[in-house]
């Protein structure tokens, strides 16, 4: 059964430091693995979605890396900025699964001024 | 996401009811989906539909219901067989063209117990 963890599940860092999230997966056989924001009490959105025969893909600040052999994928936010503040989820669809989404916990990021 | 639209925000529901949520998108998209968020666990699936008039159990559907009658709307039923319902519920659709297309969510219905 695939099992996708994050660490850690919280991080505080000031404004302008580049970070890293991290995220790994038990079973390498996906499809693709996609990198989510969510702010208090809303929904997510999606960031970036890395298909599994891609390395990497980016967008703005952020640049999300795949190593499907090792299970495990980044995020990289350069220059963070307290509006980057909330949870990043990860989440891996399977090819054993279907179309669902394996979710991790999720790492709570505080960017302070 | 504003193609998907949760009603409502904040439901509370008594011992022994039933409450529906609702989940309706203007996206065209073919497959939708219903997670329960709890603290500090992950989503977890409850139900999904890949096309009308189908749909199949995830990962935890006991004490949950649905129906697709409309390619637009997919509505999950919280029964009184579900014991501990106070959750954050969200809806997610995705294009059912290819693996490869991103979930979009809807903003979630927050359900408590009276």
């Known amino acids: 059964k695939q099992e996708v963890t994050q660490i850690p599940a919280a991080l505080s860092v000031p404004e302008g430091e580049n970070l890293v999230l991290n995220c790994s997966f038990t079973?390498?056989?996906?499809?693709?693995l996609q990198w989510f924001r969510q702010d208090p009490g809303k929904g997510l959105t999606s960031l970036l979605l890395?298909?599994?025969?891609?390395r990497e893909q980016t967008s703005g600040r952020l640049n999300a890396s795949l190593d499907k052999s090792s299970g495990r994928s980044t995020l990289y936010i350069a220059a963070s900025q307290p509006g980057d503040s909330a949870t990043y989820l990860c989440?891996?669809?399977?090819?054993?699964?279907?179309?669902?989404?394996?979710f991790g916990t999720g790492t709570r990021l505080a960017v302070r001024p | 996401d504003g193609g998907i639209t949760q009603s409502p925000k904040y439901l509370f529901r008594k011992e022994g009811q039933n409450v529906t949520l609702s989940c309706e998108q203007n996206?065209?998209?073919?497959?939708m989906y219903w997670y329960r968020q709890d603290p500090g666990q992950g989503l977890r699936l409850i139900y999904y539909?890949?096309?009308?008039?189908?749909?199949q159990k995830g990962d935890i559907a006991e004490g949950y219901s649905v129906s697709r009658e409309k390619k637009e709307s997919f509505p999950l039923t919280v029964t009184s067989a579900q014991k501990n319902p106070t959750a954050f519920y969200l809806c997610?659709?995705?294009?059912?063209?290819?693996?490869?297309?991103?979930?979009?969510f809807g903003d979630g219905t927050r359900l408590s117990i009276l």
């Open positions: 989440a891996v669809k399977g090819v054993s699964s279907g179309d669902k989404l394996t």
């Open positions: 079973d390498s056989a996906i499809y693709n």
């Open positions: 890395i298909q599994s025969s891609q």
């Open positions: 996206l065209n998209h073919d497959a």
């Open positions: 539909s890949q096309i009308v008039n189908d749909f």
């Open positions: 997610a659709t995705t294009d059912g063209t290819g693996r490869n297309q991103p979930q979009h």
